[in-house]
């Protein structure tokens, strides 16, 4: 579909590439988030920008400001630009870009390569051959709790130094002991989680603890109790992964009440900021 001669258009950037990459191995032509345009290529040295045309009718700051409130124009144009890094992570080493990112112009665009072209090669150079893996622990903090009054040696212990007390002080430390019991159960599923994460950290050349979700969010039943983004070096992703897997058999056969959820290889969302370096 030919486009009028005087619609103005937007440059959509999806991602950073290294230009010897796309020299060894090129894509066919995948259709833009504008399908009237075709998602372009664009070389500035040894950065190569992947692109696509946009109009700035539908694309300007104002409309995207508008259109993003938007759920279902939101999901489709949202899932097209992760299903297109997918893509390119498949077979380059990716700097991802934000969904909604537009330049006015080449020159524009080409000001924001140069400005940061030390950083944005020296990214690719630690981003090479590596994977970005995220890994969610969940378990339902109720059943948790009333597990840790049941059996937790520090909660027995507790009981038993509250016997041993005036009664007029048993009750008010009776009133407090649901609160200590509540904080038990968190220390020990943190600690749990953290030594998850500190097996994890000894495969990983990076990683990220990320905020957990609430149930509204995960559309789950249980709740997260960690969220961390890891980057592996490739060789050693199934050794990494093989924790989660024994932790899962673990859990299984004792009945510890923890479930997993681990999804990848992403482009590197998470270790991919080249702005904020050196400054």
Not at 4 to 27: C, D, G, H, Q, R
């Given at each position: 579909?030919?486009?009028?001669?005087?619609?103005?258009?937007?440059?959509?950037?999806?991602?950073?590439?290294?230009?010897?990459?796309?020299?060894?191995?090129?894509?066919?032509s995948m259709t833009g988030i504008d399908p009237d345009y075709d998602i372009e290529f664009i070389e500035f040295n040894e950065v190569t920008a992947v692109t696509c045309l946009v109009k700035e009718e539908d694309f300007s700051e104002e409309v995207l400001q508008r259109k993003v409130d938007d759920m279902k124009w939101l999901q489709k144009h949202a899932f097209h630009h992760h299903e297109k890094m997918n893509a390119l992570n498949e077979i380059y080493t990716v700097i991802p870009l934000k969904f909604g990112t537009i330049y006015e112009d080449k020159e524009s665009l080409k000001e924001i390569v140069e400005t940061h072209k030390e950083n944005i090669t020296s990214v690719f150079k630690e981003l090479g051959k590596k994977e970005e893996w995220n890994i969610k622990i969940y378990t339902d903090k109720s059943s948790f709790t009333?597990?840790?009054?049941?059996n937790s040696p520090t909660v027995k212990e507790k009981i038993e130094e509250i016997k041993d007390l005036p009664k007029g002080k048993q009750f008010f430390e009776k009133k407090k002991l649901k609160e200590f019991i509540e904080k038990q159960a968190e220390k020990e599923i943190d600690e749990y989680c953290e030594s998850i994460h500190e097996q994890l950290t000894a495969y990983s050349s990076d990683e990220e603890v990320k905020k957990n979700w609430e149930r509204k969010l995960t559309g789950r039943k249980d709740d997260m109790c960690w969220n961390g983004a890891y980057l592996f070096p490739k060789e050693e992703v199934e050794r990494a992964l093989q924790i989660i897997e024994t932790e899962r058999e673990k859990a299984d056969k004792n009945e510890t009440g923890f479930s997993y959820e681990v999804t990848g290889p992403w482009p590197a969302y998470h270790f991919s900021n080249f702005t904020e370096r050196g400054e």
């Open positions: 579909m030919q486009t009028e001669a005087n619609t103005k258009e937007l440059i959509y950037l999806y991602a950073f590439v290294p230009t010897n990459e796309t020299k060894e191995n090129s894509l066919s009333k597990e840790v009054e049941e």
